[in-house]
């Protein structure tokens, strides 16, 4: 097809989505705890304030790629996972939990289960990449889908996050994040859009499933036209990356204001 490149390159940009970002809107801490109130026990709450201590201290001072403080990720998967419905103590405090093993130096498994309890330990560990145990990618997310389905409520919601901010902060960038986009895109429809299924016939989760199956893939659609666009119209897609990094910019800097 000689006219295929020039046809795309007349495409207009892509669409963002608009798919759980509503449910992931940032909350300060007075704002994160209001949320909490209504949904879990006294007991339960303390748990999950001191699993936001903990995990706020293990990430100080690390950022994301895209300039946001690293903390305020697990924060919006335990706001999201809330937000959906999903009132499981255990749940929330792997969700503030789930990257503190692989990036930090603050906690072992065996203080989760000590300070928060087998379960959540089992979650934390369910969904965390730990080099000492050598998984392969397809090995781990095998032993992901073989965790039960708090585990994959923990996961499907970091992806949804991951994909929703890949966006690069500069134009040096925008090669590293096309490429991480092509790999996240590929993960997700191979590895964990199974687990939003999988959720999907959970008895009692079959909605929150359907709605990770249907955003993931909006999200991945859309990731992939960028990638589309960036190979065969690169001054077009130039202009919507430079868009793309001043609305991610804002979000970053409302961040920053909790």
């Not at 936001?52 to 999201?80: N, T």
């Not at 090669?175 to 939003?196: C, G, M, S, Y």
């Not at 609305?247 to 970053?252: L, M, P, S, T």
Request: charged share 25%; hydrophobic share 45%; aromatic share 10%.
């Amino acid at each position: 097809m000689p006219h295929a490149t020039a046809a795309i390159s007349l495409l207009p940009p892509p669409v963002q989505p608009t798919a759980g970002l509503e449910l992931m809107q940032a909350l300060d801490k007075a704002g994160f705890e209001q949320l909490i109130h209504p949904h879990f026990l006294p007991s339960e709450r303390r748990l999950i304030m001191r699993a936001y201590r903990f995990a706020k201290h293990g990430h100080r001072e690390v950022m994301r790629e895209d300039g946001s403080r690293y903390f305020e990720h697990p924060k919006i998967l335990a706001i999201l996972l809330i937000r959906l419905g999903v009132y499981d103590v255990h749940v929330i405090i792997a969700a503030l939990f789930h990257d503190i093993l692989e990036d930090t130096y603050l906690l072992e498994l065996e203080d989760i289960e000590d300070i928060f309890g087998p379960l959540a330990s089992h979650v934390v560990h369910m969904v965390s990449k730990l080099k000492k145990e050598g998984l392969t990618i397809d090995q781990y997310f095998a032993r992901l889908l073989g965790g039960g389905w708090r585990s994959w409520l923990v996961k499907c919601a970091d992806r949804l996050h991951n994909l929703s901010t890949l966006v690069a902060g500069s134009p040096e960038r925008a090669e590293h994040f096309r490429n991480k986009k092509i790999r996240q895109v590929a993960e997700t429809r191979d590895k964990v859009i199974p687990l939003a299924l999988a959720l999907s016939e959970e008895p009692g989760f079959e909605e929150i499933g359907r709605f990770f199956l249907a955003a993931l893939t909006e999200w991945c659609n859309f990731r992939e036209a960028e990638t589309l666009l960036a190979r065969n119209s690169p001054d077009l897609f130039r202009r919507f990356a430079s868009s793309a990094a001043t609305w991610a910019r804002g979000v970053v800097k409302r961040l920053r204001d909790f």
